[in-house]
T-cell receptor, first 116, second 114 residues
Framework: AQTVTQSQPEMSVQEAETVTLSCTYDTSESDYYLFWYKQPPSRQMILVIRQEAYKQQNATENRFSVNFQKAAKSFSLKISDSQLGDAAMYFCAYRYSGAGSYQLTFGKGTKLSVIP | SAVISQKPSRDICQRGTSLTIQCQVDSQVTMMFWYRQQPGQSLTLIATANQGSEATYESGFVIDKFPISRPNLTFSTLTVSNLSPEDSSIYLC???????????FGPGTRLLVL
């Protein structure tokens, strides 16, 4: 069974600084997707970034980028120029890309605080 | 992406009653998913709902407790039956887009059972 581990229950960052959230996963599959979702206090789950395992290039979305290390099964999220609105729970998630497999497996989350 | 709404946004229910949660999407989607997020926890998939077929439930979740309807390609309901305080959670629906590669989530329904 796939597992996703987020080892940092809480993190904090100064506004305008950079922070990296860690995520490791365990799978025997070679083709899969990895995601970072953000859940602010409003509880809406918002997709931050997506990475396909077959792509060597790290995904980037504006201030958000990932460091995807397939061999190490590591998928960290870097937030640059942190803003107050980035404060939220961040969940790392895995999904096998095989046909008929749609279940997302989530980590336990990292609570990010942004200090003004 | 997809725009997803849920009703109600929150509710307080008495033990033994049921709550039906609605999920509406602004476009036709093949698959819809229902998740539970217990207090301070991550998300757990309850079931996958395809239009025109029975929902597929994950281990630990049964149809009698969580009946699901999927009458068309833009709408689904989840009922949480015979409520107990342990059912107090956030319930989220999501839809798969881009050949189900990515799931987008609704705003969630916060349920408190007294």
């Amino acid at each position: 069974a796939q597992t996703v581990t987020q080892s940092q229950p809480e993190m904090s960052v100064q506004e305008a600084e950079t922070v990296t959230l860690s995520c490791t996963y365990d799978t025997s599959e070679s083709d899969y997707y990895l995601f970072w979702y953000k859940q602010p206090p409003s509880r809406q789950m918002i997709l931050v970034i997506r990475q396909e395992a077959y792509k060597q290039q790290n995904a980037t979305e504006n201030r958000f980028s990932v460091n995807f290390q397939k061999a190490a099964k590591s998928f960290s999220l870097k937030i640059s120029d942190s803003q107050l609105g980035d404060a939220a729970m961040y969940f790392c998630a895995y999904r096998y890309s095989g046909a008929g497999s749609y279940q997302l497996t989530f980590g336990k989350g990292t609570k990010l605080s942004v200090i003004p | 992406s997809a725009v997803i709404s849920q009703k109600p946004s929150r509710d307080i229910c008495q033990r033994g009653t049921s709550l039906t949660i609605q999920c509406q999407v602004d476009s036709q989607v093949t698959m819809m998913f229902w998740y539970r997020q217990q207090p301070g926890q991550s998300l757990t998939l309850i079931a996958t709902a395809n239009q025109g077929s029975e929902a597929t439930y994950e281990s630990g979740f049964v149809i009698d407790k969580f009946p699901i309807s999927r009458p068309n390609l833009t709408f689904s309901t989840l009922t949480v039956s015979n409520l107990s305080p342990e059912d107090s959670s956030i319930y989220l629906c999501s839809v798969g887009v881009n050949s189900q590669e990515t799931q987008y989530f609704g705003p969630g329904t916060r349920l408190l059972v007294l």
